[in-house]
């Protein structure tokens, strides 16, 4: 599971609660105390991401299996999401 520490009153935080949203995917939030240095990371599995270029790339990395999951599910044949091809 996917969970997003955050502060309370955070921009950045809430920018990434909004695409996870529109990704329709399953998370956790808890909120940071006041006192802690970091106003935003994840923790997906053993993975840390605390900075937003790591969460650029970890993201766009989580969008494209998540689109190549959903093109094969429930289908007997599939769409490739990077070609265009069709099973």
């Known amino acids: 599971m996917i969970k997003l520490f955050r502060k309370k009153e955070q921009k950045k935080a809430d ?3 909004g695409q996870f ?4 995917l399953a998370y956790q939030v808890s909120i940071l105390p006041e006192d802690d240095s ?3 990371y994840i923790v997906d ?3 840390i991401i605390e900075d937003e270029t ?3 790339d970890w993201f766009r990395n989580l969008e494209d ?3 190549w999951q959903r093109s ?3 289908d007997a044949c599939y769409i490739d999401p990077k070609s265009g091809e069709i099973c």
């Open 15 to 17: 920018e990434i609660e």
């Open 21 to 24: 949203k529109n990704l329709v």
């Open 38 to 40: 970091r106003n935003w």
């Open 45 to 47: 599995g053993t993975n």
């Open 54 to 56: 790591s969460y650029e």
């Open 65 to 67: 299996e998540l689109n």
């Open 72 to 74: 094969i599910t429930g």
